[in-house]
Each structure stands twice: as structure tokens, then as C-alpha cells.
């Protein structure tokens, strides 16, 4: 084993690690409607969400297409960049995690690529064109699009069974939601599990184990879902919290109505290879149910601090990754740089985890009352 | 970027079909859930005084189901087909 070997292994190590968090990360927006909504109890929603994450990376790799092949100039991809980027990512994603906001995942990787890219190779290195069509214009259209599916949703459910009787009502619902929960687990397994087999794809096209048009291979499919199925599972309950309480108090028919639009605006999204932001999916269907019962209804600020970190995601997950490859790069070419990389981000990672469980480790569902 | 760069770089066709498809899908479902809950509540409420009603608005329920898992399956297709 050369090199070269040991630095694509670290990479990949590090993109399931990724996948991990994402799932991590990225559990509250599958699962948070249905917990604040008491349409399933928490362990069971998540265990739900894992596993149609699992079954939902294996339907679709366009997304995976567009992000091993419409980003960056694949020509001048090492795995070292790759490193940097997905360290960028994880680093982005711990501190979100930290102060409990949902930002993108999907962004925090295009970044990280895009900046350690960047640093290695200059601006020409950049599919600009690529990067604009596939990943910021749809990233400004799919928030805004959710937000007015879900709003008209939920103005359509209100007049149906608005002089119905508030309890069975409200239990249809909660059924509804187990539905509309598993379409979107789903729907951000199809999405979310493909970037990181589009990154290991790269990473193996970078190295030379894979020319440059092969198709993603069978063991990256199955490491990629099993990764982000384990993520999820373990779910990320501070976000939780954040999804499916602070941005605005859901009632059952919201929750659905959330869910079924950003599930349907996802599943739209993925079948033409746009590798979407789940996060900013569901955040803008959110407030989009909440908003159109009231306006009041939904928490401004906390949609504001929301969307602040959308706005932060891609240049400072691009920073970070940039900043990775240049001290990578401090040890040569060798696998010196990432193997200090890692074992730094290992330590990081740590104190993340330590500093947050000091701080308080009793995160509470609404649904339950619960502490996990 | 100007308007013939946007559309160089964008593909707006394929935008417009992700927002139509959205709504029909996201604003349908919901549409068609609703109407199996009302069903449903209604057809409960009649059972015993009105059982033509009631048998109405079951069958209004199983189309909205139907349409649902409709959905659903569509849905899933789709993404198989990719």
C-alpha cells in the first residue's frame, strides 16, 4: 500500500464519517414534525427514518452524477482536495450541530470541495456554470417552493375538515404523518446518501481505481446508506428540538402537510439530479404550514438565525476546506498531511461532543417531555 | 449574469418542471388526505341515522386513499426509473 492508497482510504473513511453526520445532522428534518406532533413516539420515528434512509440511497444516483461530475473540474481532482472539502463539511456540520441549527449538509460538502479546490487550483478549476444550475439556483428555489406547497397545503386541509370535529381530525392526521414521514425519509435517503457516493466516487476516479465515466460501484452504494442509516438512527436531537418546536408549535394536519410538500418538492428535485439541501427543504415547508394558519404563528427569529446559517453554509464550510488543504498541503504530498488532518479532526470532533455534554446533555422532544 | 447566461447556465425548463410537479404532488396529497379524513369522520358520524350518507362518504374516503397511494407509488417509480 503506497501513498497514494493510504490517503484515498482516509478519504473515504472520512466521506462515510461525513454520511454519518449528515444522517446525524440531518435526522431532525425527517423526523421532527412527527415527534412535535406526537404522531410517533421518538425512538420509533427515528428507527422509521433510518431505515427508509437506508432503502432510499438505493433508488437514484443522479444526484450522485451531478456531484461527481458537474462541480469541479474532474481532471484536477486529488484526494487530498477531497479530504480538505469533506473535513470542511464535518467541521460545518459539528458547529451547526452545536448551537442546534439546521443548515445544509449538502452545502456544507459543495463548499468544502469548492473552497479546498479553490486554494489547490484557482477559480479555474470551478464549474461555475455546473455550480450556479445545479446547486445555488435550486438552492434558493426549493426553501420558497416548500414554503408555498406546504402553505397552500395546509390552507386546502383546513378547509376540508375545518368544521369537522378537532379529534379525529388530528388522528388522521398523525396517520398521515407516519406516510408523509416515510416519504420523506426516503426522499432525503434518494437526496442526502448520494453526495457522499458521489464524493468516494470522485475520490476512486481521482486515483485512479475508476475512469472517469464508471458508474458509482455496489460497495459505496451499500457503505454510503448503512452510514447515513446509522447516522439517523443515533438522530441528532438538539435539531430536533429546533425543527419541530422552536420554528413554530405544528398541529397534526401542519405536520403532514410539512412533510408531503417536502417530500414531494425533494423527490421532484432528486429525479433531475439536483443534489438539494433536505434542511432547507423542510425548514421553508415548516414555516410555510405555520405561516399560513398565521404569520405570527411562525418564530422570526428563529427562522431568522435559520436562515443566516444557509446563508454562512457554503462560504464558511469553503473557508474551512480551504484552510484544510493549505495545511495538508504544509506536509507535501503524501499522506502525512491528511493522517494529521484526521487524527486533528478526531480530537475536535471529541471536544465538540465533550463541550456540548458538559453544557447540558438533556436534550427534551416536546412531544414526550423526555430527556435523551 | 445576464439573461442569456441565466439561461445558459440554468436549465429553467427543468426548474418549471420540478415547481409544477411539486405543487401538484405536494398540494394534491394533502388535498387527497383531507378528503379521506372527512370521509371518514362523516361516514362515522351518519353510520347509524343516515347509512347512505355515510356509505358516500366512505367511498369519498377509499377514492382519497386510492389517490394517496397512488401518489406514493408514483412517486417511488419515479425515482426508480432513475
Given at each position: ?5 493510504i490517503?484515498?482510504g ?19 428534518n ?10 410517533l ?5 427515528v428507527?422509521?427514518?433510518?431505515l427508509?434512509?437506508f432503502?432510499?440511497a438505493?433508488?437514484?444516483l ?7 461530475n ?5 481532471a ?37 470541495v ?6 489547490a ?13 445545479k ?12 414554503f408555498?406547497?406546504?402553505g397552500?397545503?395546509i ?13 379525529p381530525v388530528s ?9 408523509s414521514?416515510?416519504?420523506l ?16 466516487t470522485l ?11 464508471a ?6 452504494i451499500?457503505?454510503?446508506a ?20 422552536r ?14 410538500s ?34 405570527s404563528?411562525?418564530r422570526?427569529?428563529?427562522?431568522g438565525?435559520?436562515?443566516?446559517a444557509?446563508?454562512l453554509?457554503l462560504?464558511?464550510a ?19 498531511g ?7 479532526g ?10 456540548r455534554?458538559q453544557?447540558g446533555?438533556?436534550?427534551?422532544t ?6 435523551t | 449574469?445576464t439573461?442569456?447566461?441565466?439561461t ?12 409544477y410537479?411539486?405543487l401538484?404532488?405536494?398540494v ?13 369522520v362523516?361516514a362515522?358520524e351518519?353510520?347509524h341515522t343516515?347509512p ?28 426508480l426509473?432513475?
Open positions: 500500500m503506497d501513498g497514494a492508497d490517503i484515498l482516509i478519504v473515504v473513511a472520512t466521506a462515510l464519517a461525513f454520511d454519518f453526520t449528515n444522517g446525524f445532522h440531518d435526522t431532525a425527517v423526523v421532527a414534525t412527527t415527534i412535535s406532533t406526537r404522531a413516539p421518538p425512538r420509533v420515528a428507527t422509521l427514518a433510518a427508509l434512509n432503502v432510499g438505493f433508488l437514484s443522479a444526484v450522485a452524477t451531478t456531484i461527481a458537474d462541480i469541479v473540474d474532474q484536477l481532482v486529488t484526494t487530498t482536495i477531497i479530504f480538505a472539502g469533506l473535513v470542511g463539511a464535518i467541521v460545518w456540520n459539528l458547529v451547526t450541530w452545536y448551537f442546534g441549527l439546521p443548515s445544509s449538509s449538502s452545502h456544507a460538502l459543495i463548499g468544502g469548492v473552497g479546498a479546490m479553490l486554494v487550483n484557482g477559480f479555474s478549476a470551478i464549474d461555475f456554470d455546473g455550480l450556479a444550475g446547486v445555488l439556483v435550486p438552492a434558493l428555489i426549493a426553501p420558497v417552493l416548500a408555498a406547497v406546504a397552500i397545503g390552507l386546502v386541509c383546513y378547509r376540508i375538515v375545518g368544521r369537522l370535529a378537532p379529534g388522528r388522521g392526521y398523525r396517520l398521515g404523518q407516519v406516510l414521514g416515510g416519504m425519509a426516503l426522499a432525503h435517503g434518494t437526496n442526502d446518501a448520494q453526495k457522499t457516493m458521489g464524493i468516494i475520490a476512486l476516479i481521482a486515483n485512479g481505481n475508476l475512469a472517469a465515466d458508474a458509482v460501484p455496489t460497495w459505496v451499500v457503505s454510503a448503512t452510514a447515513i442509516a446509522l447516522g439517523t438512527y443515533l438522530g441528532g436531537w438538539r435539531i430536533i428540538k429546533t425543527m419541530g418546536s420554528i413554530i408549535k405544528m398541529d397534526p394536519a401542519q405536520g403532514f402537510a410539512a412533510q408531503g417536502g417530500a414531494a418538492v425533494i423527490l421532484a428535485a432528486t429525479h433531475f439530479g439536483y443534489p438539494l439541501s433536505t434542511t432547507h427543504t423542510i425548514s421553508g415547508a415548516v414555516m410555510g404550514a405555520g405561516a399560513a394558519k398565521r404569520l404563528a411562525v422570526w427569529g428563529v427562522a438565525n435559520i436562515v443566516i444557509w446563508v453554509t462560504p464558511c469553503a473557508l474551512v476546506g480551504g484552510l484544510v488543504y493549505g495545511v495538508t498541503h504544509v506536509f507535501g504530498d503524501g499522506a502525512a491528511p493522517v494529521v488532518v484526521a487524527a486533528a478526531v480530537v475536535f470532533t471529541a471536544y465538540v461532543f465533550v463541550r455534554l453544557q446533555a438533556a436534550i427534551t416536546t412531544a414526550e417531555g423526555t430527556s | 449574469m439573461p442569456a447566461l441565466a445558459k447556465v440554468v436549465d429553467f425548463g427543468q426548474l418549471a418542471q420540478v415547481v410537479v411539486s401538484i404532488a405536494g394534491g396529497v394533502s388535498l387527497a388526505f383531507s378528503i379521506v379524513i372527512r370521509g371518514a362523516r362515522g351518519h353510520r343516515r347512505v350518507a355515510a356509505a358516500a362518504h366512505a367511498l369519498m374516503a377509499i377514492a382519497g386513499l386510492l389517490i394517496v397511494l397512488a401518489a406514493v407509488v408514483f412517486g417511488v417509480s419515479t425515482m426509473s432513475k
